[in-house]
């Protein structure tokens, strides 16, 4: 069996692995038009590679009835015990799981040297643009025949990371049906200048707002991006904004310091102010936020 994957996000080398473990004479080849292999997995869960959600429910997906069983199958304790059996043990903070390196870079690194040591083949940099039905398989550009096709392309939510859409072109030519994109979990662009704060992360309580409904209140890690904001809480107020039939005024507001009133911030400023009236913001903020 000669398989062609399509991408080498967390999808297609996922399915990389598990393949060609179940099926070690299987013939597995990955295409990525990235030169970076799994290039947005670097990305995940601010750095930190988000792999799992405890809390895996249906109904946090576009179609719940498609998914009820598969999540009934392939539950959080299925998958924890498969990543353990892959070598790599877990970090569990609150529902959100990482890998105990806590790092995406060393976690991707791990999967890619797996990949090639079970005899995964890559190319890439190779952007696929076709491919044709040929007999009992198909035909993919010069690459010749393969017996099956999995498509792992992602959406359009990161072209900087690869995700463009630039294959549903191809997917619509040979009739699939795409539905309108909305952004799923990607950071969020603000008005406000914030490119001085650039690589800056803090916890925060995140209030998300549409059309003067709330959203969402949640606390995470916050990343200041050059126009905007990322990190897993931010990913989820875009999430819940934008899944709302229609998008009106949406507002993102951030309490920096949750755990403490506003009477008790200004009494600890005061406090530091005696002490060093020079620069008494140093005491709660890194610089670039004060």
């Known amino acids: 069996m000669k398989v062609a994957i399509f991408g080498s996000g967390a999808a297609g080398l996922y399915t990389a692995i598990l393949l060609k473990r179940a099926n070690p004479s299987y013939e597995i080849h990955v ?3 990235e030169e970076k292999l799994a290039k947005k997995l670097f990305a995940t869960g601010n750095g930190h590679c988000n792999l799992l959600n405890k809390k895996l429910l249906p109904n946090k997906f576009n179609n719940p ?3 009820k ?4 199958e392939f539950s959080y304790p299925v998958l924890k015990k498969e990543w353990n059996e892959m070598g790599v043990a877990l970090l569990e903070e609150g529902d959100y799981v990482y890998p105990l390196s806590y790092h995406a870079g060393s976690f991707v690194r791990y999967l890619l040297t797996l990949a090639h040591s079970i005899g995964v083949l890559f190319h890439n940099p190779c952007e696929i643009h076709d491919y044709k039905r040929s007999g009992s398989g198909y035909e993919i550009d010069s690459y010749g025949f393969f017996d099956r096709i999995v ?4 959406g359009k939510s990161s072209p900087n990371l690869g995700s463009d859409g630039s294959f549903f072109r191809t997917l619509e030519k040979h009739g699939y049906d795409i539905r309108p994109l909305r952004p799923g979990l990607c950071p969020l662009r603000v008005k406000e200048n914030v490119k001085v704060l650039q690589g800056i992360r803090h916890h925060a309580l995140l209030k998300a707002s549409n059309d003067s409904k709330q959203a969402l209140l949640e606390e995470g890690e916050v990343l200041f991006k050059k126009d ?3 990190g897993i809480v931010v990913f989820n107020a875009e999430s819940a ?3 709302s039939p229609y998008v009106k005024n949406p507002k993102i507001s951030l309490d920096l310091f949750p ?3 506003l009477y008790e911030l200004c009494d600890i400023l005061s406090r530091a102010k005696r002490n060093n009236p020079e620069d008494p913001l140093s005491s709660i903020l890194p610089a670039p936020l004060e």
């Open 259 to 261: 755990e403490y009133s």
């Open 241 to 243: 904004i934008y899944r």
């Open 151 to 154: 498509i792992a392309c992602g």
């Open 31 to 33: 295409f990525d038009k």
């Open 228 to 230: 905007g904001l990322s």
């Open 65 to 67: 009835n498609f998914m």
């Open 69 to 72: 069983p598969i999540l009934k």
